[in-house]
């Protein structure tokens, strides 16, 4: 079946070390969401890709969404302990029953001041 | 603006015991998410409604059951409640399938 795959699982930084966390789907996705989940809290949506080969930037944010549209990035520069929390992604893909939305696995990202 | 609203924020249960969490979606979105995530877990789909008809179903258990009313909220009813049923209990809401959804703060179910 249709599966989004999420690394690193979680990792842990010095605050100020950069951050990357990937997506890969096994199949080509319509759009892919990020959303980040706070401990304790709900998953917040940040952003959506829909083009092949996107980038988008949020102040310290960059996401980008792969030239074949199966794979994406948010990467975190500069981290600080506010970014503290587990990032999901969520890819958009044609299935046999219409569009799903499937979410990643999740990366959960400490970091240590 | 309005969020997505969920009751109640927490609940507990003996087993084999029902319960009833209520989710009030954003106004004018048209789809409604149920998510069960447990403890350290990403967030797993049960189920989902467009326009008050179910459109997607995933790792809902039998015991559960779900539908959505006139007025766009929706309720997740789960009978015989098990242990491995605690967990928390995502919905979340968008415009259609194309757009971000937003969640809403959750309900904690523990089941004792």
């Known amino acids: 079946g249709q599966q989004v795959m999420q690394i690193p699982q979680y990792q842990h930084v010095q605050e100020g070390e950069d951050f990357t966390t990937y997506c890969n789907s096994s199949?080509?996705?319509?759009?892919i969401q990020w959303y980040k989940q706070r401990p304790g809290g709900h998953p917040v949506f940040l952003i959506q890709?829909?083009?092949?080969?996107e980038v988008k930037k949020q102040k310290r944010l960059t996401f980008q969404f792969g030239e074949a549209k199966k794979n994406s990035s948010l990467h975190i520069t500069a981290t600080q302990t506010t970014d503290v929390g587990t990032y999901f992604c969520?890819?958009?893909?044609?299935?046999?029953?219409?569009?799903?939305?499937?979410f990643g696995a999740g990366t959960r990202l400490f970091v240590k001041a | 603006a309005a969020g997505v609203i969920q009751s109640p924020r927490h609940l507990i249960k003996e087993k084999r015991e029902t319960a009833t969490l209520k989710c009030y979606p954003i106004?004018?979105?048209?789809?409604v998410y149920w998510y069960q995530q447990g403890p350290g877990q990403d967030p797993q789909f049960l189920i989902s409604?467009?326009?008050?008809?179910?459109?997607d179903k995933g790792s809902i258990p039998d015991r559960f059951s779900a539908q959505q009313f006139s007025d766009y909220h929706s309720e997740l009813n789960m009978s015989s409640l098990e242990l491995g049923d605690s967990a928390l209990y995502f919905c979340?809401?968008?415009?259609?399938?194309?757009?971000?959804?937003?969640f809403g703060s959750g309900t904690r179910l523990t089941v004792v």
């Open positions: 890709l829909v083009k092949s080969g």
């Open positions: 409604f467009y326009e008050k008809m179910q459109s």
């Open positions: 969520a890819g958009l893909a044609m299935g046999t029953g219409g569009f799903k939305t499937i």
């Open positions: 199949t080509t996705l319509s759009n």
């Open positions: 979340a809401s968008s415009f259609g399938s194309n757009y971000g959804y937003t």
């Open positions: 106004p004018r979105h048209d789809t």
